[in-house]
């Protein structure tokens, strides 16, 4: 595919095109530059974060409603490896990772997350002071981190919002599944609690492994 080059006054400069992953001009400044090193440790802290994140929801709350949440976790987790191997678009440095990058899975389960948290203030608190603060705050914090996956070039910018929008998508249908339908569903039918109570079970139990073989392996 073509590149995409754009001018800019005082001087030209090129830039790839963020859907094919071409690789991006080197800037030896900003690269040694202090913070460097701190967004590196923030694009690992990232993954650590969303999975802190659930497990403080799930020893604040221990309800059905964040079971829920966690079984779209898993949703939102399936949904984007099948996404990946339909759509098979290659990283922007294929050396360091061989998996396909289109969407971030990163991305698609920070803005999962956030987008859930984000919702249950507005749900919670209504719209107030706080809300409109801690709202806004919670998906600018979500874009930096998963902004993090382009500057590390572990994936392409295109790679990284359609990511963000599958992930926020998906929190926003569950959330409204949650209180639309399954929550009613939950109090009156057994059937519904078993299944939503063995279901997180079972990611809770299966996410502890996954970190064991890999996230800790990586670290």
Known sequence: MAEMTRVGSGGG????????????PSHPRWEASWWTPVEAALN?????LVAGSFAFAVIWKHDAEI??????????????MVLKKMLNHERPA???????GMPSSHAQSIF???TILALSLYYL?????????????????ATYLSWLRVSRRLHTLNQVTVGAVVGSAFGALWFVLWHSLVQEAFASSLLVRIAVIVGSSAFCVSFVMYMIRHWLKDE
């Open 13 to 24: 400069f090129m830039e790839s095109d963020p859907i094919v992953g071409g690789e991006a």
């Open 44 to 48: 690992r802290m990232s993954k650590w």
């Open 67 to 80: 079971m829920w949440f966690l079984l779209g976790a898993v949703g939102n987790s399936l949904l984007s």
């Open 94 to 100: 294929p050396a360091s990772r061989s998996d396909p």
């Open 112 to 114: 999962y997350a956030a």
């Open 125 to 141: 608190l209504g719209t107030n002071y706080l809300t409109m603060t801690l709202g806004p705050a919670t998906l600018a914090v």
